[in-house]
């Protein structure tokens, strides 16, 4: 499809410049993007790679680096990563994303910080000018002791009355994320997602929130594969 093979454009043209031979620890994101990621970085060869080591981002990253034959790596051994490349579910002109569609921003948002580059690959439907244009809610993760609570909370107190609790559709009841918590998609007013910084920290300090899937100013790249077979980068 159109969206695929945009998906695999922005994937190989990011891998293709930001993946260097002197790369040794890689940050391997999660979604349906990345796959691309790692067939590319597959493609550079075993010489090159069997000198590498790839840290995941959850269950799926592991199984897709695990599956590659590329050796897996943990952040507790290597807390500083040289590159990450991950997707998003929407990035804007200052490339700050929305991340959080496949419930894995917590471990993301983990990598993305420890890495020197933090690169973001997506299709053209990503490629935004705000935040909240195509993807509705912002993804929050919290502990599942106190989720009544933050959706309490994002009804009344921030502004997110439609907030709901993300539910399974291959198994009764919740989302579960691979930490064991729940996830709740809050959209918010185009006013407050202008000031992503803002609306990140004001969530962020809702008791039993985990991780907020608002990265701001933490990506150095965003590659974007076109229906025209053109790729746009924001850097
Ligand atoms: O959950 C995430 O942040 C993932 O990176 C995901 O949302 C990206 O989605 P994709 O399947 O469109 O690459």
Same mark, same amino acid.
């Not at 159109?2 to 043209?13: C, D, F, G, M, N």
């Not at 790596?73 to 490349?85: H, K, N």
């Not at 053209?124 to 935040?131: A, E």
């Not at 918010?188 to 990140?200: C, G, H, N, Q, R």
């Given at each position: 499809s !159109?969206?695929?093979?945009?998906?695999?454009?922005? @994937?190989?043209?990011a *891998?293709?410049?930001?993946?260097l031979?002197? /790369?040794?620890?890689? #940050?391997?994101?999660? #979604?349906?993007t990345v796959? %691309?990621?790692?067939?590319r970085?597959v493609?550079?060869?075993?010489?090159?790679?069997?000198g590498r080591?790839? *840290?995941?981002? #959850?269950?799926?990253?592991?199984?897709l680096? *695990?599956?590659?034959?590329?050796?897996l790596?943990?952040?507790?051994?290597?807390?500083?990563?040289?590159?990450?490349?991950d #997707? +998003?579910?929407?990035?804007?002109?200052?490339?700050?994303?929305?991340?959080g569609?496949? @419930?894995?921003h917590?471990?993301?948002?983990?990598? @993305?910080?420890?890495?020197?580059?933090? *690169?973001?690959?997506?299709d %053209?439907?990503?490629?935004?000018? %705000?935040?909240g244009?195509?993807? $509705?809610? !912002?993804?929050?993760?919290?502990v599942?002791?106190a989720?009544?609570?933050?959706?309490q909370?994002?009804? /009344?107190?921030?502004g997110?009355?439609?907030?709901?609790?993300?539910? &399974?559709?291959a198994? &009764?009841? $919740? !989302?579960v994320?691979d930490?064991?918590?729940?996830?709740?998609?809050?959209?918010?007013?185009?006013? +407050?997602?202008?000031?992503?910084?803002?609306?990140?920290?004001?969530?962020?300090?809702?008791?039993?929130?985990?991780?907020?899937?608002?990265?701001? /100013?933490?990506?150095?790249?965003? %590659?974007?594969g076109?229906?025209?077979?053109?790729?746009?980068v924001?850097?």
């Open positions: !159109v969206i695929e093979q945009s998906k695999r454009l922005a @994937a190989y043209t *891998v293709d410049q930001h993946i031979p002197k /790369h040794k620890v890689i #940050g391997i994101g999660s #979604g349906s796959p %691309y990621v790692v067939e970085i493609q550079q060869g075993e010489e090159l790679n069997k080591v790839f *840290v995941p981002t #959850g269950f799926q990253s592991k199984e680096i *695990v599956e590659s034959k590329l050796s790596g943990d952040v507790d051994q290597f807390p500083t990563i040289d590159v990450t490349i #997707g +998003a579910d929407e990035v804007d002109s200052e490339l700050n994303c929305i991340k569609g496949g @419930a894995c917590l471990r993301e948002k983990v990598l @993305a910080e420890a890495a020197e580059t933090f *690169v973001l690959v997506a %053209y439907r990503k490629n935004v000018q %705000y935040l244009t195509n993807f $509705p809610g !912002v993804p929050i993760e919290v599942p002791f989720y009544a609570k933050v959706l909370n994002l009804h /009344h107190r921030l997110s009355p439609n907030a709901t609790l993300r539910m &399974a559709k198994k &009764a009841g $919740p !989302v994320s930490n064991g918590n729940f996830i709740i998609d809050a959209p918010f007013s185009l006013e +407050a997602m202008k000031d992503p910084f803002t609306l990140m920290a004001r969530i962020k300090m809702l008791t039993g929130v985990v991780e907020v899937g608002l990265f701001c /100013h933490m990506a150095q790249a965003a %590659y974007f076109n229906q025209d077979g053109s790729v746009t924001k850097s």
